[in-house]
């Protein structure tokens, strides 16, 4: 029996050693599952006409199990060359251990502007690790189809907002909103991080909640959870327990009138929806007329350097090129809602994709709250607000319980908040 | 027993069992009516049949166009059946030296082959794989088999040593007066007696093993040496999951463990009458 | 048990495969990792703190709350696979080994099918099933003019954990049908004739007879499913999410433990606190072990046959 084991080793360790060629290939880690064809049939053919001798393996592992795949992979020393990277702590942990390059002397960071490259700097500022390659923007989807049907414009304030969705509400023909809360990151994530900044006034509440002169309970932060308290009589039946995936179907397949969206879903819902009915999208209602607008403009997804990687050369060259504005123009019109962070403006053709990127130029963009520093202790600020959002939806915790819960959170271990 | 009295009993029997059986099927026969479906359909009216309108092998198309699945399918069955094999033999063997013989340490060892099944290995997972690194067997379909006999060694002797108590010390001590080895009792006359629990242990084994994601993932993610398990969660994206796909691979791939289920499950009987007969 | 008389090499040579190739791949590692439960990082390096982990885990308030919510949740998770699973696992297995019944052996195959699935597949299935929107349910339970009690069952937190044990015993019967059906095949007929003769027969012949013949497996398959449920973690992964929701109504030890240990969203994993709660774990489900090896499993008669 041993005999016949050792046979196996010996076999597959000589098959194992036999992969061997001439040309560098270069391995990607990704949790993109979803972009795998984009990269097979558009970025990677693009790349590889130009630089002969470089080949590309875009290699995504299953989204939910990226980051301890990744974690264990990068520890044992058999991750790929090229990182996906997550923005701040969780990239910035790796950067620490040493596991993820510096790439501060790249040409192409030229390309990207301070605010672009933050989510994968150290706190100082003094090193960047990786190459932005996109930022998410929230906002509203609405069936514009049957926004014309019921004669509904897309509102511009808060008081506007509840009285569509009373008015679509009594029509009857469409569930006014299609959110869920049982997947929690739903409720935090296109409820509150996308209707919050025009409430903590998006950079200046962020940083002030940084710095310890803001509190998670002042005014700004917990109107927010009462505007999304009053949700909850404008979700479908049995709300508690749809999940992402429902809310998508209840859109796509027209039954909802509007959806709390990332940008992301143009790309998706585009071919789901497949000309059933025609799409449009509102920036999240400010409280008053005449206020400023605040959008979530949040950087989402870039590209490292394994620091044990044996091809650096090859891999610095190809992150030089995912720096340029070829690959931003391809990458931004390959997967629309996904907008590119280079400073050169990228033509985008997608007129949805249009309209999310225009809101930049009229609203003040931000990120969300709980990315920078602010999860870096136990409790987790963003598990914890994935929690209370959902809670506060269901009606399970009051808005006020809610800040009070999460601040005191935050406060147990954040030393500026706990003067 | 009144013939009468055996058919109201019979036609109780059945009348559980079928309640029983459609509860279990009704969600297997909601997977599969849907894995024919669009995805419109799918939603739109989960449990009605696929129509000339509705039907569409989208899934399965999309499943074969991405990725080699045959080969998938392969590596699956070579880490499974591999990894059976040596948990079989070696938890068979361990067992028996646990339940056969008085020796000291012998509780000691029995509780120390059953701590695995009290730590979930995949814990261990970062020493696992700097073993596989180190030794060169990262994305190579040893590593997993490797895992998973140590895997499922503990269950295994746990389970077997409890069935072989069962096994009649005569019959053993006859082959001893016949000369017979220790080791010609265990495989000659112990092992062909205890078919039915090697039948039971070897469905169990197999099941974690095949669905398994995570080892594949992190050990052999290579297109060479991906599992089928593996190989449909490609289709599980970030925001969008492509539901006809998974559900067409997933389906697909219990067909292989049924079969061996079926096979074992023949085995569980085969080894009753056999045992009967000596 | 070194150099006696005579050296036993044969159960060395019986012990011996199981032995390495799980002590290297299974022990080494696992002990390497429990280890890190006295370790913690001081300013990014990491050092020995004795049992502060440990500390921190159960008098910590927002730490000790958790572990004791996701253990409750645990304990009712066990709970209803004991009142539920178990017993139907043996009654089908008892209709399925009785002589001359036809079609046993597609009962027993269709019984264990949602054994063989995979999570991901009972995750989905059962979460449009029981789906507020898609209908399924709801339109079952209207037929038979029962709507009135249907909810959204997997969103609520006083049901969401039961449902989902509940999926959890649909998909696993099998298991306990199947090792109880190998012990009642494996009673001799003479013991079964014998029965017959003294006029035992039917629920009498199976509550005085098999059952107390059972009896070791019954506690096999008792010890099985405490160890399989304060290990579980996949199905409440898929259907609920890494943070198991609604509101940790339905977090047990194995989604606490991988939240901890490997993370996240932004949560980072913690190996430190993550091995502390394994060891934990641990620690339970050993006492537990412990308590069948050496007071039920060496009390229970055993018949030779």
């Not at chain 2, 939603?43 to 129509?51: G, K, M, Q, R, S």
Request: with cysteine; hydrophobic share 50%; aromatic share 12%.
């Amino acid at each position: 029996m041993t005999r016949s084991l050792s046979l196996a080793l010996l076999a597959s360790t000589a098959l194992g050693g036999a992969a061997a060629a001439q040309d560098v290939t270069l391995t990607i880690e990704s949790w993109r599952n979803d972009d795998l064809q984009i990269w097979q049939e558009v970025i990677i053919p693009a790349f590889e006409a130009d630089h002969p001798g470089i080949r590309i393996n875009f290699a995504p592992s299953a989204p939910a199990e990226y980051n301890a795949v990744l974690n264990s992979k990068l520890d044992a020393g058999s991750a790929g060359d090229l990182i996906t990277c997550r923005p701040f702590d969780a990239s910035l942990e790796l950067f620490n251990k040493g596991q993820l390059a510096d790439l501060s002397d790249l040409a192409a960071m030229e390309n990207f502007s301070d605010v672009a490259k933050s989510a994968w700097q150290t706190d100082d500022g003094s090193a960047t690790f990786c190459v932005p390659m996109a930022s998410v923007i929230h906002g509203f989807i609405y069936n514009r189809t049957a926004f014309e049907e019921l004669g509904l414009e897309p509102p511009a304030t808060e008081e506007e907002f509840f009285a569509l969705l009373d008015r679509i509400k009594e029509d009857g023909s469409y569930i006014p909103m299609a959110m869920g809360t049982a997947d929690q990151w739903e409720a935090a994530t296109m409820g509150y991080q996308n209707i919050g900044p025009n409430y903590w006034k998006g950079e200046e509440g962020r940083k002030a909640l940084i710095e310890g002169s803001a509190s998670l309970t002042d005014e700004g932060w917990v109107a927010p959870f009462r505007q999304l308290a009053r949700w909850k009589d404008y979700l479908g039946d049995g709300f508690e327990a749809q999940t992402y995936p429902d809310s998508q179907n209840l859109f796509t397949l027209g039954r909802a009138a509007i959806y709390p969206a990332g940008s992301w879903e143009i790309g998706v819902f585009g071919p789901q929806i497949d000309g059933a009915f025609e799409m449009g999208a509102f920036p999240p209602p400010v409280p008053a007329e005449g206020d400023t607008c605040h959008i979530s403009d949040h950087t989402d997804i870039a590209l490292g350097l394994n620091a044990a990687s044996a091809n650096a050369e090859a891999a610095r060259s190809f992150l030089e090129w995912v720096g340029s504005p070829e690959f931003a123009t391809l990458y931004a019109n390959a997967l629309p809602g996904f907008f590119s962070l280079n400073a050169t403006p990228v033509e985008m053709e997608n007129p949805l994709a249009q309209e999310f990127v225009s809101w930049r130029e009229s609203c003040e963009p931000t990120i969300r709250s709980t990315y920078q520093i602010l999860s870096r202790g136990t409790p987790n600020l963003e598990n914890e607000t994935w929690n209370a959002s959902a809670n506060v939806v269901n009606g399970t915790e009051t808005p006020e319980a809610a800040a009070e819960r999460l601040q005191e959170g935050l406060a147990s271990w954040y030393a500026p908040q706990q003067q | 027993m009144s013939a009468r009295h055996s058919t109201a009993r019979s036609i109780a029997a059945h009348a559980i069992l079928i309640l029983y059986t459609v509860i279990a099927l009704f969600p297997v026969f909601v997977i599969v009516v849907n894995s024919l479906k669009s995805r419109r359909a799918i939603f739109a009216e989960p449990l009605a049949l696929p129509t000339r309108e509705t039907f569409d092998l989208v899934g399965y198309r999309t499943v074969l166009a991405q990725g080699d699945f045959l080969q998938y399918f392969q590596n699956s069955m070579i880490v499974t059946c591999a990894s059976l094999f040596f948990v079989l033999l070696f938890g068979a063997m361990a067992a028996f030296a646990l339940s056969e013989y008085r020796f000291r340490g012998n509780a000691l060892m029995g509780l120390y082959l059953a701590l695995g099944i009290m730590i979930p290995i995949r814990l261990g997972t970062v020493a696992i794989l700097q073993m596989m690194v180190a030794s060169g067997l990262v994305n190579t379909l040893t590593a997993l088999i490797l895992v998973y006999t140590a895997q499922g060694l503990p269950l295994a002797v746990f389970i077997l040593s409890e069935f072989m108590r069962g096994v009649s010390d005569d019959l053993k001590n006859a082959g001893r007066i016949d000369g017979l080895s220790e080791y010609t009792i265990f495989f000659r006359l112990v092992l062909p007696l205890v078919r039915p629990a090697m039948a039971t242990v070897a469905v169990f084994t197999m099941i974690p093993i095949w669905n398994d994601l995570w080892f594949p993932l992190i050990l052999a993610p290579s297109e060479a040496t991906k599992t089928i398990t593996l190989g449909s969660q490609v289709f599980i994206g970030q925001f969008v999951t492509n539901w006809n796909a998974v559900l067409a691979a997933l389906g697909l791939a219990i067909v292989p463990v049924l079969i061996l289920y079926l096979i074992f499950s023949r085995q569980l009987i085969r080894g009753i009458t056999a045992g009967a007969v000596k | 048990m070194a150099r006696r008389k005579a050296f036993r090499w044969h159960i060395a040579v019986f012990l011996a495969p199981a032995v390495l190739v799980y002590t290297a791949i299974m022990i080494v590692p696992l002990i390497g990792t429990l280890n890190l439960s006295l370790f913690g990082l001081v300013e990014g390096s990491r050092v020995f703190v004795g049992l502060r982990n440990f500390a921190i885990l159960f008098g910590d308030p927002r730490w000790s709350a958790a572990f004791w919510n996701a253990l409750g949740n645990n304990a009712w998770f066990f709970l209803v696979h004991m009142l539920v699973q178990n017993p139907v696992g043996i009654l089908l297995a008892a209709l399925l080994s009785s002589p001359r019944l036809r079609m046993a052996a597609f009962y027993r195959t269709a019984i264990f099918v949602p054994t063989i699935l995979s999570f991901v597949i009972v995750g989905f299935v059962w979460k449009l099933i029981l789906s507020p929107i898609w209908g399924i349910a709801p339109n079952m339970l209207d037929a038979v003019g029962l709507r009135g009690l249907f909810a959204p069952w997997l969103g609520r937190e006083e049901y969401a954990l039961t449902t989902l044990a509940l999926i959890s015993v649909w998909q696993f019967v099998g298991i306990p049908m199947m090792l109880i059906y190998a012990a009642l095949l494996s009673i001799p007929d003479e013991v079964i004739e014998a029965a017959e003769m003294d006029g035992v027969t039917g629920w009498s012949q199976f509550w005085k007879i098999k059952l107390p013949l059972i009896l070791p497996s019954i506690g096999i398959i008792s010890v099985l499913t405490f160890v399989g449920n304060f290990n579980a973690f996949d199905l409440v992964y898929v259907s609920q999410g890494a943070l198991a929701g609604p509101n940790y109504a339905t977090d047990i030890l194995g989604t606490f433990l991988y939240r901890t240990f490997f993370g996240f969203q932004l949560q980072l994993g913690d190996p430190h606190m993550g091995a502390t709660i394994a060891t934990a774990m641990f620690g339970i489900i050993l006492v537990g072990v412990c308590i069948y090896l050496f007071a039920i499993q060496t009390r229970l008669r055993r018949y030779q046959f």
